[in-house]
């Protein structure tokens, strides 16, 4: 299923899907002069950067073989399904050194689980969009980050695949001098935001009265 929401995110960028294999899809973009491929690669455990490369070099396509921007503008989508969230500790260096090899393609190891993949069920990648700038579902996130959950998986794939857009909210800007205020007004400290808007510009005596201030409303605001 992961596969079939990546390569939809493609299509939205653009790509045309090329050639497909059991375990691969290979896609092409061409923008103007400026040719891009992508490769989503399905592993069912996790492999080295060299046998990486070997895989996909010998599934590919004839027309990307004989492409001179094929190895050097291709992007490497490596699919990898875990048991839970914990076992990527365990991994983390094998799937750093895949990510850092320098040889032939770009490299991207997306991580996740059967949980994370059923949350996606019925997705396409306008639900992806629409899930990563939920803030609610952020919150969530945050507080539980190794929890299975549309927003973990969805966050993953923005990250993981770097030339997917995300669309921006236009909202009208507010000056920052208004943003200040209420920040300060919100914490309870306008007493001390004027105090500081007040000050002469060397005053050490000031300095060190708004100091202690400082110090005794931060003492007081420490739960016992």
């Known amino acids: 299923m992961l596969r079939g929401i990546i390569s939809s995110a493609l299509a939205e960028q653009a790509f045309s899907l090329i050639h497909a294999t059991e375990q691969s899809s290979y896609f092409f973009r061409l923008h103007e002069d400026a040719a891009r491929f992508a490769i989503v690669h399905e592993m069912t455990v996790l492999q080295s950067p060299e046998s990486l490369n070997e895989a996909a070099s010998l599934s590919a396509p004839k027309e990307f073989v004989e492409h001179p921007a094929f190895k050097k503008n291709c992007d490497l989508i490596c699919l990898l399904k875990l048991g839970?969230?914990?076992?990527?500790?365990?991994?983390?260096?094998?799937?750093?050194?895949?990510?850092?090899?320098?040889?032939?393609?770009?490299?991207?190891?997306?991580?996740?689980?059967?949980?994370?993949?059923?949350?996606?069920?019925?997705?396409?990648?306008?639900?992806?969009?629409?899930?990563?700038?939920?803030?609610?579902?952020?919150?969530?996130?945050?507080?539980?980050?190794?929890?299975?959950?549309?927003?973990?998986?969805?966050?993953?794939?923005?990250?993981?695949?770097?030339?997917?857009?995300?669309?921006?909210?236009?909202?009208?800007?507010?000056p920052l001098k208004l943003q200040a205020d209420a920040a300060v007004a919100e914490s309870e400290l306008t007493g001390l935001y004027r105090k500081v808007q007040e000050l002469p510009e060397v005053d050490e005596v000031a300095i060190d009265d708004l100091i202690k201030e400082l110090m005794k409303n931060e003492l007081e605001n420490i739960p016992d």
Request: glycine residues 2%.
């Open 84 to 174: 839970n969230l914990a076992e990527f500790k365990e991994l983390e260096d094998r799937i750093f050194a895949i990510e850092e090899d320098a040889y032939y393609y770009k490299k991207y190891v997306l991580y996740y689980t059967k949980d994370e993949e059923d949350c996606l069920e019925g997705f396409e990648f306008e639900d992806l969009l629409l899930t990563i700038s939920d803030k609610s579902q952020f919150d969530l996130y945050k507080k539980s980050p190794l929890s299975s959950s549309a927003y973990s998986i969805a966050a993953k794939i923005f990250i993981k695949i770097p030339f997917l857009v995300l669309s921006h909210e236009k909202r009208e800007l507010v």
